[in-house]
């Protein structure tokens, strides 16, 4: 992280740089508020910048003695800075908002004066109009900033109601923060409170009644305290912005209006500024402001877990930092575990499985006509008595009687057939379920697919704006160096906002194609998911042993031999085939049932049993004497015989109709085989075309990466300009994802080929694939 005393470096590395040089001597007086912790890792950057800028102009020497740190003490940096001037250094260099409001109160400076940093507007006095201070020896070197600004796009991005403003205890001691800070409060209805700080607990303690935490300082936390604070807020779900670098913003801080180049832009002009007085410039006339970037930094990481979408109108001008290819995977899928679960859990499968269990009801239903029909029935009577009486005791006048009835067919030519049609439909629609299991399976296969490319296009356009951060560097220095023009600094800042948006769309991209899974996997569309990689040479495709069949369609003499081959095998097991097969079965019975019915009888046997529960009333006996009564109970069986004669020609209307539709299925039969074979054969093309895309990729992939990197080197020297430099940074992305995505291309080829042929190797055994493999050797053998 860049702090204060990262000046302290710069100062100590011009020293390093010029020391033993004659050309001139210049002694460099320094102030500023606090001595921080160097950062070693950017030692070598800023000695190789001032050495490029200053070189062998002048020995520059840095002694201790006038290195003096304030420590925030206002009157203590006035004095610093009169002794300064009365002592023996001929350029005096100030860093920090105390450094700046004590300097800044002079009316004259007696030597050359250098005031640089991040300063908030609210605390400066300075027209911002102006480009150079038109003060004798006085230069600013300024990244303009407003506490009104930030926290007005904070509260864009999060409607805060109740935020704690956090301030360096120094700073607070010294500075009217409370003054300085409710102004920006004006036009926004929340609370606010401040809270003086020396340490993060400090902060920690005050956070629970906030909602937000605006971080107003804090340069002199450590990488590791500003880390431990946001892990901390993200913990309690209070997001955050902050005033210092874009670089806490990566520990994981929210959000702030600080670029990452803003630093490197300060440590140049810093720089130049010391070269330009050297050469006899006065710092009044220097540039006043640095045309620092402005723009929204935001951890993509940390917003995620805060569960805040970031507003669609701020994205133009926005930066993401962190991991956008990380996800709080709940469950992470390798492709065998994707493909069982399918099987398992897909609606569409489910859906298809009842038409299967609809169809086995069919079979039950035509066998049912075999099963014995019986009937129970109970019925009572009223006869008008006059009837009654002169029925003789066979129709009383109240009568109750109960029956049950038997129905039981024996043969039936009908019924036959509809056992045996229903049969073959059930197993032609067992096929059908078999097809959409292949289909459900390469589907789920392809969305994997489609993850990990959409995975690897946002890994490479997260890097890609990284690429155009450096040359936007390069453009920036070159424009301070005078080798390019601002129509170049432009010009990437524009790149770099488009480029912006292509990474939005492809972080969108990705969720799409985890809801995608999800949805396959009946699975919430909230619920994260991650995927794992593949490779041809590891893991599942090694053990199926995909490179092999990529080694077979590499050889031009397998060609022909693979590709009938696998015809063969697509015929063999395809279930749409099968399907057609067990409807042409049906349709067989059918027409047989149609020619031969005529002469088949329907043989049936009937029975009845009866029982009088009751018999009263008028009649109710036999009113002529010695007549026999009617007994209280009867039965009868009976054998039923029926021969069809003429139908009302239904019958050959029947054959008629199961010959047309016996030549339907043929056709469909001969169409799915045409379709097979051409499908094989394309798949085969498709699979010989990508592994010779394979290739080409890495080979346009390197080429157009060294490309970039000479067209880079000759820009940062004036060579070339910046649309040959956009160019071969476009042409970069191009054959990046074009690499990638040959590899998904070949395995979705590959698979796409499995499903023609109905046989995935991922869901065999190794023996069997082996066989698989053994067929074909003996088949190419036999062949010629």
Do not use: C, W
Not at 215 to 232: H, M, R, V, W
Not at 748 to 762: H, N, V
Request: charged share 20%; aromatic share 10%.
């Amino acid at each position: 992280m860049l702090r204060k005393g990262i000046f302290q470096f710069i100062l100590l590395s011009f020293s390093a740089i010029v020391f033993g040089q004659n050309r001139g001597s210049f002694t460099i007086g320094v102030l500023i508020d606090e001595d921080v912790p160097e950062v070693n890792r950017l030692y070598d950057r800023l000695k190789n910048e001032v050495s490029a800028v200053v070189g062998e102009d002048a020995e520059l020497r840095f002694p201790d003695e006038y290195f003096l740190v304030n420590n925030f003490n206002p009157e203590l940096a006035k004095s610093q800075y009169k002794s300064l001037e009365e002592g023996d250094p001929d350029i005096i260099l100030a860093f920090g908002i105390n450094s700046f409001m004590a300097i800044s109160s002079f009316q004259t400076y007696a030597k050359p004066t250098i005031i640089f940093g991040n300063a908030p507007f609210d605390f400066l006095n300075i027209d911002n109009t102006r480009t150079s201070t038109g003060i004798n020896n006085l230069s600013f070197i300024i990244t303009p900033m407003t506490y009104k600004e930030d926290l007005k796009t904070f509260y864009d991005l999060y409607t805060y109601t109740n935020i704690g403003i956090a301030v360096d205890q120094s700073l607070n001691d010294v500075l009217p923060y409370e003054e300085l800070i409710k102004p920006a409060f004006a036009n926004l209805d929340v609370s606010y409170k401040i809270i003086p700080f020396s340490n993060p607990q400090e902060i920690i303690n005050e956070l629970d009644s906030l909602d937000a935490l605006y971080l107003s300082g804090g340069f002199l936390l450590t990488d590791n305290e500003i880390k431990s604070l946001a892990d901390t807020l993200i913990a309690r779900g209070i997001p955050s912005f902050t005033t210092t670098h874009a670089n806490d913003v990566v520990l994981g801080l929210l959000a702030t209006n600080q670029s990452t180049e803003n630093d490197d832009q300060i440590i140049r002009r810093v720089a130049l500024n010391i070269e330009a007085i050297i050469n006899g410039e006065n710092p009044s006339e220097l540039p006043l402001f640095l045309d620092g970037q402005q723009g929204l930094t935001i951890n993509y990481n940390t917003s995620e877990q805060l569960g805040l979408s970031i507003r669609y109108s701020l994205l133009a001008t926005t930066t993401l930092v962190g991991d956008l290819g990380k996800s709080m995977a709940e469950v992470t899928y390798d492709l065998p575990t994707v493909i069982n679960e399918v099987i398992e859990s897909n609606l569409n499968l489910q859906a298809s499985s009842k038409s299967v269990a609809l169809s086995e009801q069919d079979v039950k239903s035509a066998k049912s006509n075999y099963l014995p029909d019986v009937t129970a029935t109970a019925s009572s009577t009223y006869v008008d008595p006059e009837i009654a009486k002169i029925s003789n005791g066979q129709n009383p006048e109240y009568q109750t009687q109960t029956a049950v009835t038997l129905n039981q067919t024996i043969y039936s030519p009908d019924a036959s057939a509809g056992v045996r049609i229903n049969r073959e439909l059930k197993e032609a629609q067992q096929k059908q379920y078999e097809a959409d299991q292949l289909n459900t399976i390469f589907e789920a296969s392809n969305a994997y697919f489609n993850t990990l490319l959409a995975k690897a296009t946002l890994i490479i356009n997260e890097q890609n704006l990284e690429l155009t951060k450096n040359n936007l560097k390069i453009a920036t220095h070159n424009y301070e160096a005078g080798q390019a023009g601002k129509p170049d600094v432009l010009r990437f800042r524009s790149q770099l906002a488009q480029n912006t948006q292509s990474l939005i769309e492809s972080v969108t991209g990705l969720k799409q194609t985890y809801f995608d899974l999800n949805q396959l996997l009946n699975q919430p569309m909230t619920r994260e998911i991650e995927v794992e990689d593949v490779f041809l040479d590891q893991g599942t495709f090694e053990r199926y042993n995909y490179d092999e069949l990529k080694t077979i369609l590499d050889n031009p003499n397998y060609f022909n031999a693979f590709s009938e081959f696998l015809v063969l095998e697509a015929k063999k097991n395809s279930p749409e085939l099968q399907a057609l097969d067990y409807n042409l079965n049906a349709n067989d019975f059918s027409l047989r049932r149609a020619a031969n019915g005529r002469f088949a009888p329907t043989l049936a046997l009937q029975g009845q049993y009866q029982y009088y529960i009751d018999r009263s009333g008028a009649g109710a006996e036999p009113s002529i004497p010695g007549f026999p009564a009617i007994p209280e109970s009867n039965y009868y069986v009976g054998l039923n015989l029926s021969l069809p004669i003429f139908e009302r020609n239904i019958q050959n209307i029947n054959k008629q109709t199961a010959t047309i539709q016996r030549e339907q299925i043929m056709l469909n039969k001969q169409n799915t085989q045409l379709g097979l074979e051409r499908n094989v054969n394309v798949a085969v093309l498709q699979l010989i075309n990508q592994i010779a895309n394979l290739e080409v990729s890495k080979v346009s992939e390197e080429a157009a990466r060294e490309t970039l990197e000479l067209t880079q080197d000759a820009y940062s020297r004036g060579a070339v300009n910046v649309v040959q430099l956009l160019d071969a940074q476009t042409n970069y992305l191009r054959a990046r994802i074009a690499n990638a995505t040959a590899v998904y291309t070949y395995l979705i080829s590959a698979l796409q080929l499995e499903r023609t042929i109905g046989y995935f190797f991922m869901l065999h055994t190794e023996e069997e694939n082996q066989d698989f493999m053994q067929r074909f050797i003996t088949y190419f053998t036999q062949r010629n």
